[in-house]
């Protein structure tokens, strides 16, 4: 396995064009402070370069809240990050200590938003386990649906994409008056609970209707795994692992 050191020494860096993306953004983007340890551990698990979208954000980051806190894209935060932000490493269940035996067979999990839409980096095999896309494209787990879709490019598509406005469109329906408020002073690990849920009619014909209550994480995207198995018999797979041994604060 290449060391830290190897995967960083890299003459085209992508951290100064991820800064350029997030200060010209058209949505807010809070960069938090990346922890050296976390970050030396995930990059040397994941084997990519800081030449990489991945990479840099992993390095360079504790992660990114984007659009008021909508999206929450993993990086290397501290344990005692105020924001609560979960590392990529753990969400994904990386092993302690980097092996090069060890890889996520169903994907990588790196954002969620705040209604528990999953966003995925494919493996090299996704339809062994029975996800849309091919090797090393993104996928996402739609909230509202709870199918998988495929996003047609990788992640350093993906993420610039983001940057450059395209949750506006895509989260078309998903929004409702006022929605900035609520998600803006979430922490990384809380997302929003609807009820009706998201995949009912009625919250498909008026979403401002809802009630909405702040739960962890962890509660949504279990939800949407036991509700796709009640539903038609799904296993929706991993969806990431959360840690909320800390005390509950927003």
Not at 18 to 24: D, G, K, S, T, V
Not at 189 to 214: I, M, Y
């Amino acid at each position: 396995m290449r060391l830290f050191e190897n995967l960083t020494a890299t003459q085209e860096p992508a951290w100064p064009e991820l800064q350029r993306l997030a200060r010209e953004a058209s949505a807010t983007v809070e960069v938090l402070a990346p922890d050296e340890t976390t970050c030396r551990r995930t990059l040397e698990q994941l084997q990519v370069t800081t030449r990489s979208y991945l990479g840099a954000v992993v390095v360079h980051s504790g992660g990114l809240l984007i659009d008021n806190g909508w999206l929450r894209v993993y990086g290397s935060p501290s344990l005692g990050e105020p924001r609560r932000m979960p590392s990529l490493a753990a969400v994904n269940g990386f092993p302690p200590t980097p092996r090069d035996t060890w890889f996520p067979a169903h994907g990588l999990v790196v954002a969620h938003d705040v209604l528990g839409g999953t966003y995925v980096l494919n493996g090299h095999d996704p339809e062994a386990v029975a996800r849309p896309g091919r090797p090393g494209e993104m996928i996402y787990l739609a909230p509202d649906t709870l199918q998988w879709e495929r996003l047609e490019g990788g992640h350093a598509a993906w993420l610039g994409w983001v940057l450059d406005g395209g949750l506006t469109d895509f989260t078309d329906g998903l929004r409702w008056e006022g929605w900035g408020a609520e998600t803006r002073s979430l922490n990384g690990d809380r997302g929003l609970n609807f009820f009706p849920p998201l995949w009912t009619k009625e919250a498909h014909e008026d979403l401002g209707a809802t009630s909405r209550a702040v739960v962890p994480m962890a509660e949504l995207v279990g939800l949407a795994r036991s509700t796709a198995a009640q539903i038609d018999g799904t296993d929706l797979g991993p969806l990431g692992t959360f840690d909320d041994r800390l005390p509950d604060s927003r």
